[in-house]
C-alpha cells in the first residue's frame, strides 16, 4: 500500500470519529456554558423540563440530611452563602444519588450540582448525578490581601 493511500485512509478515519464524536455531544444537548445561577436556572422555561442542566448555590446551613439505608444526600441550594446574612428560605431542594460526597461538601459550600429538575406534585426536586464543592472564601480572601501589599 503506498503512502498516499495509508495518509488518505488515516484522514478518513480521523474524520469518521470526529463526526462521530460531534454528533453524540449534539445528541446529549451539551451547552458550552458552564454553568446556571440557581436565580438563572429557576428564571429559565426550559428549567421545568427534563433537560439536563448544571447549576451553581450555596448549601443552605442546617439543611443536609444523609439517608445511608437509601444511599441519598438531602440538601437545599439557595442563591446567595449564608454568612451573607440573607434570610434562610426558598432555594432547591437536592437529592444526590450517592453517599460519596466532596470533602469541601457541608454548610455553606459552594456547590455546582448536575443532573435534571423532576416535579412531584408542588414539590421541585434537583436529582443531582454530579456534585462539586468549591474550596471556601477564605482562600481567596487571603489572595487578595496579599495583592494589595
Known amino acids: 500500500m503506498s503512502k498516499g493511500v495509508q495518509i488518505a485512509l488515516g484522514a478518513g478515519v480521523c ?7 460531534a454528533n453524540t455531544v449534539l ?8 454553568y446556571q445561577t440557581l ?3 429557576l428564571a429559565a422555561p426550559e428549567s421545568a423540563g427534563s433537560r439536563p442542566a448544571r447549576v451553581h448555590g450555596f448549601v443552605a446551613t442546617g439543611s443536609i440530611d444523609r439517608d445511608v439505608g437509601a444511599k441519598v444526600v438531602r440538601f437545599r441550594v439557595q442563591s446567595q452563602p449564608p454568612h451573607a446574612g440573607v434570610r434562610p428560605g426558598g432555594g432547591l431542594s437536592v437529592e444526590y444519588a450517592s453517599l460519596e460526597v466532596p470533602d469541601m461538601f457541608k454548610d ?7 443532573g435534571r429538575l423532576a416535579h412531584t406534585g408542588d414539590a421541585r426536586v434537583f436529582h443531582a448525578t454530579n456534585l462539586l464543592a468549591k474550596c471556601p472564601s477564605k482562600f481567596e480572601a487571603k489572595l487578595e490581601d496579599r495583592a494589595s501589599l
Open 15 to 21: 474524520a469518521l470519529l470526529l463526526g462521530w464524536y
Open 27 to 34: 445528541d446529549e444537548g451539551a451547552t458550552l456554558t458552564y
Open 39 to 41: 436565580e438563572e436556572f
Open 108 to 114: 455553606g459550600a459552594e456547590v455546582v450540582i448536575e
